[in-house]
């Protein structure tokens, strides 16, 4: 595709968003508030969808990994702890290779980082006095002994209880701990739809193992392809998938390796999601600036050690932006047809009885829809005629469109059409959960 085409494309999306209920600007009727998103009825069904599904598989189908939520208000000292309050005062410029980001009034340390880039050209942003941690105020006086911060990341709240887990579960090393939830950052230059917002979501896992070299490397590469495959599974082209390695240059400071997995967007290639090896940098810093035991106790061995922490830290909304730019697809004569899987498409069958003005039609369709609603989200359309429904349906991604006709009152049978071949198939209305199911889930 050059580049006017993958303009258009996200232009396309972000209308189709608009039109069809995906996404909507933030507080738009005010004129928006930039980097924020509203998710609408169809967005917010995919959002689910994807968060149910990470959620199943990280720790429903597995024994390894508990959950957690946490709260987003944090004691402030939990981000002292993790570097954040130090790292994102005062004046900040951004490398522009690897985006660490440094005091502008620094001028040695700018001069070092220079040097680290082993003769590249370093670009800057513009200084910018700015906190990249979002500050709010608790309780009734303003001021700085009520300052707090809306959480920059998620991974804190997982991280200060690694204590109250280990003593009120029976997990043991290596074991997990799985959270999905809000954070908000300061960006500079929010952009590319909801790629880069300042209120977003992730969905984290926090994987504690033994402080063993051949440990670490061994989990590392297990979650990169964990998560590879977690990503094919939900229907995304497999060569709109990579993995980039972190140079060593590039890495955050606690990192002993990072991966990033990214999807080749309209705007390049672009990270949705990272396996990052921490070491024992979380849990280390939150025992000394708690005063707090984080150490693990071997009850079989005895031993006693800070574990390392292998992270996978996915962004919830830039996940759905790739799995709506990977499902669109236009037809010959400029439909648009949303083919996104079926485990994750906001509703997996709509319910149209052939003539909206035929009761007996309407009532046994209704039927129809009433009972698979316990099962699934289904839509109901008796709006225009069927290929007008059918395109809609296509629109909103629904996999399967369910007619009742005049047939059907007599041998109990409803016409299946499938969204991605078109094709129908005569299915009895006793077997339809069944055949829905099997294909859906
Ligand atoms: P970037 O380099 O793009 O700013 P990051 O490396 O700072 O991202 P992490 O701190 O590793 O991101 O966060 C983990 C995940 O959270 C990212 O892979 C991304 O999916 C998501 N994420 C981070 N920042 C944002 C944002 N501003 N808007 C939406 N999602 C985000």
Same mark, same amino acid.
């Given at each position: 595709?050059?580049?006017?085409?993958?303009?258009?494309?996200?232009?396309?999306?972000?209308?189709?968003?608009? %039109?069809?209920?995906?996404?909507?600007?933030?507080?738009?009727?005010?004129?928006?508030?930039?980097?924020?998103?509203?998710?609408?009825?169809?967005?917010?069904?995919?959002?689910?969808?994807?968060?149910?599904?990470?959620?199943?598989?990280? &720790?429903?189908?597995?024994?390894?990994?508990?959950?957690?939520?946490?709260?987003?208000?944090?004691?402030?000292?939990?981000?002292?702890?993790?570097?954040?309050?130090?790292?994102?005062?005062?004046?900040?410029?951004?490398?522009?290779?690897?985006?660490?980001?440094?005091?502008?009034?620094?001028?040695?340390?700018?001069?070092?980082?220079? $040097?680290?880039?082993?003769?590249?050209?370093?670009?800057?942003?513009?200084?910018?006095?700015?906190?990249?941690?979002?500050?709010?105020?608790?309780?009734?006086?303003?001021?700085?002994?009520?300052?707090?911060?809306?959480?920059?990341?998620?991974?804190?709240?997982?991280?200060?209880?690694? %204590?109250?887990? #280990?003593?009120?579960? %029976?997990?043991?090393?290596?074991?997990?701990?799985?959270?999905?939830?809000?954070?908000? %950052?300061?960006?500079?230059?929010?952009?590319?739809?909801?790629?880069?917002?300042?209120?977003?979501?992730?969905?984290?896992?926090?994987?504690?193992?033994?402080?063993?070299?051949?440990?670490?490397?061994?989990?590392?590469?297990?979650?990169?392809?964990?998560?590879?495959?977690?990503?094919?599974?939900?229907?995304?082209?497999?060569?709109?998938?990579?993995? *980039?390695?972190?140079?060593?240059?590039? *890495?955050?400071?606690?990192?002993?390796?990072?991966?990033?997995?990214?999807?080749?967007?309209?705007?390049?290639?672009?990270?949705?999601?990272?396996?990052?090896?921490?070491?024992?940098?979380?849990?280390?810093?939150?025992?000394?600036?708690?005063?707090?035991?984080?150490?693990?106790?071997?009850?079989?061995?005895?031993?006693?050690? #800070?574990?390392?922490?292998?992270?996978?830290?996915?962004?919830?909304?830039?996940?759905?932006?790739?799995?709506?730019?990977?499902?669109?697809?236009?037809?010959?004569?400029?439909?648009?047809?949303?083919?996104?899987?079926?485990?994750?498409?906001?509703?997996?069958?709509?319910?149209?009885?052939?003539?909206?003005?035929?009761?007996?039609?309407?009532?046994?369709?209704?039927?129809?829809?009433?009972? $698979?609603? &316990?099962?699934?989200?289904?839509?109901?359309?008796?709006?225009?005629?069927?290929?007008?429904?059918?395109?809609?349906?296509?629109?909103?991604?629904?996999?399967?469109?369910?007619?009742?006709?005049?047939?059907?009152?007599?041998?109990?049978?409803?016409?299946?059409?499938? *969204?991605?071949?078109?094709?129908?198939?005569?299915?009895?209305?006793?077997?339809?959960?069944?055949?829905?199911?099997?294909?859906?889930?």
């Amino acid at each position: 595709m050059n580049t006017n085409t993958q303009q258009n494309l996200m232009e396309k999306i972000v209308a189709l968003c608009k %039109r069809r209920g995906f996404i909507f600007p933030g507080s738009e009727i005010y004129g928006g508030l930039g980097g924020t998103w509203d998710y609408g009825p169809l967005g917010v069904l995919l959002k689910k969808n994807l968060k149910d599904i990470w959620w199943k598989e990280m &720790v429903q189908l597995r024994s390894d990994i508990v959950g957690v939520d946490a709260a987003i208000m944090m004691n402030p000292k939990a981000w002292e702890a993790s570097g954040h309050v130090e790292a994102f005062t005062d004046p900040l410029v951004e490398c522009k290779i690897c985006h660490s980001r440094l005091r502008a009034d620094k001028q040695d340390e700018i001069k070092d980082h220079e $040097l680290s880039h082993n003769g590249k050209k370093v670009e800057w942003t513009e200084p910018q006095q700015f906190n990249l941690l979002v500050k709010a105020y608790l309780g009734v006086i303003e001021g700085k002994q009520s300052e707090i911060f809306l959480r920059g990341e998620i991974t804190n709240g997982v991280h200060v209880n690694f %204590r109250n887990v #280990i003593d009120s579960t %029976r997990v043991r090393i290596p074991f997990g701990i799985a959270q999905v939830g809000k954070a908000f %950052r300061n960006e500079i230059t929010p952009g590319n739809f909801t790629f880069r917002s300042r209120e977003f979501e992730q969905m984290e896992v926090q994987f504690y193992i033994k402080p063993e070299e051949k440990e670490g490397e061994k989990w590392f590469e297990y979650w990169k392809q964990n998560r590879m495959d977690f990503y094919l599974s939900l229907g995304i082209n497999k060569d709109n998938l990579r993995f *980039r390695d972190h140079a060593p240059d590039e *890495r955050a400071h606690y990192a002993k390796a990072a991966t990033d997995i990214e999807y080749n967007a309209p705007f390049g290639w672009s990270e949705f999601m990272g396996i990052h090896h921490r070491g024992d940098w979380d849990l280390s810093r939150h025992q000394k600036y708690s005063g707090q035991d984080m150490s693990f106790r071997d009850p079989f061995t005895s031993e006693s050690y #800070i574990p390392w922490d292998i992270e996978t830290s996915a962004g919830v909304d830039r996940s759905v932006l790739f799995l709506l730019i990977d499902a669109y697809f236009e037809t010959e004569d400029g439909r648009v047809v949303m083919k996104l899987s079926p485990k994750i498409a906001p509703f997996k069958a709509a319910v149209f009885p052939l003539l909206a003005n035929k009761p007996e039609l309407v009532e046994k369709a209704r039927g129809i829809y009433e009972s $698979l609603k &316990v099962k699934m989200m289904v839509a109901w359309d008796d709006r225009g005629n069927i290929g007008k429904r059918y395109a809609s349906q296509d629109e909103a991604g629904t996999p399967f469109c369910i007619t009742v006709d005049f047939d059907t009152l007599k041998d109990e049978s409803v016409t299946v059409r499938d *969204r991605d071949s078109a094709t129908q198939e005569r299915i009895k209305i006793s077997d339809l959960d069944n055949y829905l199911l099997t294909k859906i889930f």
